[in-house]
């Protein structure tokens, strides 16, 4: 995914696109397709960015499970995920701001091994569902394109969230020591309980804005 959006960034960079921000008042309305391909929490997310003044705009997103990875039975029973944005917008399109997210997601799967970050020991489960809540905080910079109506905007960033693993359960051993490898692919899905992680933000959002100011001449 990283190497599709500096891939992106590269390309725009040589068009002659009308570079600006969203004026006030307008509103763009917004759909990022980086996100459908997670295979692992894969969603629909739409939204949409307001125009505050000149230079600043807020930006805010809602995003649901997408079906489009059934065969990884154990992951994206459900998930949710909220992003809100406040933008700063400098020359050609540039800005930067901080992105307010929430993550929430129910997983399941037949065998699952974690550790507990809090108790301090590992768990092996028979059958488990891991509720996982997640809010945080990003620092985000990118770039907007305007052609038209039609908009383009890619972000990269980084942030903190607190995470909160909850198990619900059959069957489960206790034993001491860190477990090694489990079938997850992301690391905060190896741990139960509290505790915070870092966060990498990244994103190409697609928009059309439905009340384009025009230019009187």
């Known amino acids: 995914m990283r190497s599709l959006f500096f891939s992106c960034l590269f390309l725009l960079s040589f068009c002659a696109f009308a570079q ?3 004026g006030k ?3 763009a309305l917004k759909w990022d397709p980086t996100r459908l391909a997670d295979p692992f929490n894969s969603t629909i997310q739409l939204g949409a960015e307001i125009g505050l003044n000149e230079s600043l705009t807020i930006h805010f997103d809602l995003g649901l499970k997408s079906n489009l990875y ?3 039975s154990y992951y994206n029973k459900s998930i949710f ?12 399109g540039n800005f930067y701001g901080i992105d307010l997210f929430y993550v929430h997601a129910k997983d399941y799967s037949d065998y699952r091994g974690l550790y507990d970050k809090n108790k301090k020991l ?3 489960y028979d059958s488990a569902a891991l509720i996982k809540n997640a809010p945080g ?9 305007i052609m038209g109506n039609v908009t ?3 972000f990269i960033g980084g942030g903190l969230r607190l995470v909160n693993n909850k198990v619900e359960y059959k069957t489960r051993t206790i034993h001491a020591g860190d477990i090694p490898q489990t079938h997850y692919a992301w690391h905060n899905d190896r741990y139960s309980g509290t505790f915070p992680a870092g966060h990498v933000a990244l994103g190409i959002k697609l928009g059309y804005i439905v009340n384009r100011k025009r230019d009187k001449r």
């Open 20 to 22: 600006s921000g969203i």
């Open 25 to 27: 008042g307008q509103i």
């Open 70 to 72: 059934k065969e990884i």
């Open 81 to 92: 995920i909220s992003h809100n944005q406040l933008r700063k917008y400098r020359y050609r």
């Open 122 to 124: 590992s768990f092996d």
């Open 137 to 145: 905080l990003a620092i985000i910079a990118g770039k907007q394109f």
């Open 152 to 154: 383009i905007d890619m």
